[in-house]
């Protein structure tokens, strides 16, 4: 009996340890009592909601075409790209004949190709009452190419006004114009005021006062860019020879745009005596006014996009200016 209770006894003190052993190891008391193993669980990060970036869009997509628009691979040769009215229709004068269909109205005024003032929005009514259609007149050159002008208190201390200043240099120091400070006795005059959306100008000299429209963002290259508007000059792309070194990809080019790539008379041949000009500020880039963000609107000869200047006067825009606006020309 004895031994049996012993025995008893033993087996009751092993539990109790063993009781014990898992009860330090389950629950520690203190820095140096460690548990077996630890399971660590890692936080799963929160999913962030996914940011879609809007598709980058150009004013040129309003419309759309129902055949296929070509990329930038196309290869296509001119005749196959020739739009059968690429001139446009002017008047006896010289002047350009636009149609209502083809212009917009920004800052209260009438704008066709893209950047140029056909009229003031006041007049459009008397316009249209009159039945005549809208024209963009021949251009007049100033007066030994001397142009008063002023900038309005609103762009004054502005980006566009240092743009104006750094244009105004250029083209003093490269070309016979000079941009003077306007007194009250001259009558014919530009004013640098603040736009909207786009950089806008007259083309030539139309008497009295006249506006250059400078945008948010409109920086020296564009400012030139306007002055030769101003100075009365056209786009490059409408040159009546571009055919020989552009391809105009037409099914790439919203039809409410077709006008700013035809082709136009020029009233001053000697214009045409320097050539084409691939660097010229006047030249529109390859994608100017593609319905497709990414195609082309315009390619060289070869079917390639070309570099385009956007910063300054080319050497050509130079003899351009001077051959116009010789020393003492009236």
Not at 198 to 215: D, E, R, T, V, Y
């Amino acid at each position: 009996m004895k031994r049996v209770a012993l025995l008893s006894a033993t087996l009751l003190l092993v539990l109790i340890g063993v009781r014990y052993y898992q009860k330090i190891n389950t629950h520690p008391t203190g820095p140096d009592v460690k548990p077996e193993f630890q399971v660590v669980v890692t936080p799963v990060p929160e999913k962030k909601p996914e940011v879609v970036k809007p598709q980058t869009q150009k004013t040129a997509t309003k419309k759309s075409i129902t055949s296929p628009p070509l990329g930038r691979d196309a290869s296509l040769t001119a005749q196959s790209l020739q739009d059968p009215d690429a001139f446009i229709p002017m008047t006896e004068d010289g002047g350009i004949l636009i149609g209502q269909a083809t212009v917009f109205v920004e800052d209260e005024v009438i704008v066709s190709h893209g950047d140029l003032i056909v009229a003031d929005l006041k007049d459009l009514k008397k316009i249209q009452e009159s039945g005549e259609p809208l024209i963009l007149p021949a251009p007049k050159f100033w007066p030994n190419g001397k142009v008063p002008f002023q900038i309005a208190p609103e762009l004054q201390g502005t980006d566009e006004e240092r743009a104006v200043k750094m244009a105004i240099e250029e083209y003093s120091q490269k070309t016979p114009i000079r941009f003077v400070a306007r007194v009250p006795e001259d009558k014919n005059y530009v004013i640098f005021s603040q736009g909207t959306e786009n950089c806008l100008s007259n083309l030539g000299m139309i008497g009295g006062a006249q506006k250059i429209l400078l945008a948010v963002g409109c920086d020296k290259g564009k400012v030139i860019h306007e002055m030769m508007h101003t100075l009365g000059f056209l786009h490059e792309q409408n040159r009546e020879d571009r055919d020989k070194h552009l391809m105009v990809l037409w099914q790439n080019i919203d039809e409410e745009f077709h006008l700013q790539f035809k082709k136009i008379k020029s009233s001053n041949q000697k214009i045409l005596q320097t050539g084409f000009d691939f660097t010229s500020i006047m030249l529109y880039p390859p994608e100017a006014f593609s319905i497709t963000p990414g195609d082309y609107a315009m390619v060289n000869a070869e079917g390639s996009p070309y570099p385009v200047n956007r910063h300054s006067l080319s050497t050509k825009d130079i003899e351009r200016i001077k051959i116009i606006y010789a020393p003492k020309n009236e």
